[in-house]
């Protein structure tokens, strides 16, 4: 039985190693923010962190995790000046539509600021392109984090 450390806690889990973590996270342990999309690793609206690092969580078996700290949007600590950047950036400037894919949007953004302080158009398309949006707010996103990274500089 894996104990997996997720947003600091320790959490023992009876699956089995192949389950993919977004299961784990949503069907058992009901931290809901990470999303299904497409099920390949494609979309980013399944996006956590592991051990710091952007992964996609549909496709990652739980046995590949071990020990190393899981962070899910749920997680995402409002006192990191990046993350409340990027979380004030995205209501002043009405990214959201549908906000379905938004916690993986986020993640990605936080992820790209914490590497990238002052990024680029190009750089911020590059960290973004494996997060799909239905609705097209990309520019908004881009302007989003634009915005973010003007407030933390």
Known sequence: MPTLVINGQPHSVDVDADTPLLWVLRDILGL???KFGCGIAQCGACTVYVDGKAVRACNLPVGLVGERAITTPEGLDM??????????????????????????????????????PNPTDEQIDSAMSGNMCRCGTYMRIRAAIHHAAGELA
Do not use: E, F, H
Request: with cysteine; proline share 5%.
């Open 32 to 34: 809901n923010a990470a």
């Open 79 to 116: 006192a990191d000046p990046v993350v409340r950047a990027i979380k004030s950036a995205w209501v002043a400037l009405d990214v959201v539509q549908c906000g379905y894919c938004q916690p993986g949007q986020i993640m990605a953004a936080v992820a790209l600021l914490r590497t990238t």
